[in-house]
Structures are given as structure tokens and as C-alpha cells.
């Protein structure tokens, strides 16, 4: 089955996590060829925290809306990724409708998206 779109996916060994690949929960948003999705951390980072621009693009998730999570997490719409539909095999959630809309409300702002996707989120 393909994935879906505005769902949760697990991927085991995800090139986009910093300093070094590791398994992380990506948010699936759009699509443009391939799907396009955000990185969810379990705590914000310290360098985002110092800029009011970037904290502002941090979306709140909760373990009672999401069971698959440990503690409060973020799903950080400040920097998009393309990911391969064969990573994207293990679903743990669909987002939802709160969350859709608290992403698509701050989307607008976030200038570190390139416009294209910005649109691809929002309609």
C-alpha cells in the first residue's frame, strides 16, 4: 500500500536526522513527485529556541494524541524533506485535524519552506 498523505510514518534509518541517520517519526504533508514531510523531535532544539522565528514554526504533539510517543514531541515545520515512498512502510498515525490546522495555519510563515510546498500544504 502506498503512503498516505497528513499521516505518521516511523522510519528506521532516516538520512535527514542531524548530526547522523537515525530512526525518527516524519510527518507526511504533500506531495511533488515524492513525498514531502517533517522531521518530529522530542525536544526543540536549543538553537531554535533562541530564535522567536523558527520556535514559532514548532508544532506540539501529546502522547494522548498520539499514543506511539514517550513525552510531548514537535513536529518542526521550519525545514522540509523529501522522503522515498519505500522508507515510508511502517504508518503509526494519522495526523489530526488539530494538528492538520495548527500546521497549516504557521506554514504561511515559515520563509525557510520554499513557497512551492507552502501552497502544496495549504490547499
Given amino acids: 500500500m502506498s503512503p498516505e498523505l497528513w499521516c505518521i510514518y516511523h522510519v ?3 538520512i535527514h536526522a542531524f548530526p547522523a541517520p537515525k530512526p525518527k517519526f516524519v510527518a507526511i504533508v ?3 513527485h ?3 514531510g517533517f522531521l518530529i523531535n522530542s525536544e526543540v532544539h536549543d538553537f531554535i529556541k533562541s530564535s ?3 520556535s514559532k ?3 506540539p504533539i501529546k502522547p ?3 499514543p506511539f510517543l514517550r513525552q510531548v514531541s ?7 524533506f523529501d522522503f522515498d515512498e519505500d522508507l515510508l512502510t511502517e504508518k503509526v498515525a494519522n495526523i489530526t485535524t488539530v494538528t492538520k490546522t495548527q500546521i497549516k ?3 504561511p510563515t515559515a520563509k525557510s519552506v520554499a513557497p512551492k510546498y507552502r501552497t502544496l500544504i495549504t490547499k
Fill in 52 to 54: 522567536p522565528v523558527l
Fill in 30 to 32: 504533500c506531495e511533488d
Fill in 34 to 36: 515524492d513525498l514531502w
Fill in 64 to 66: 494522548a494524541d498520539y
Fill in 74 to 80: 514537535y513536529i518542526n515545520c521550519g525545514e522540509i
Fill in 105 to 107: 495555519k504557521i506554514i
Fill in 12 to 14: 528506521v534509518y532516516c
Fill in 57 to 59: 514554526l514548532q508544532v
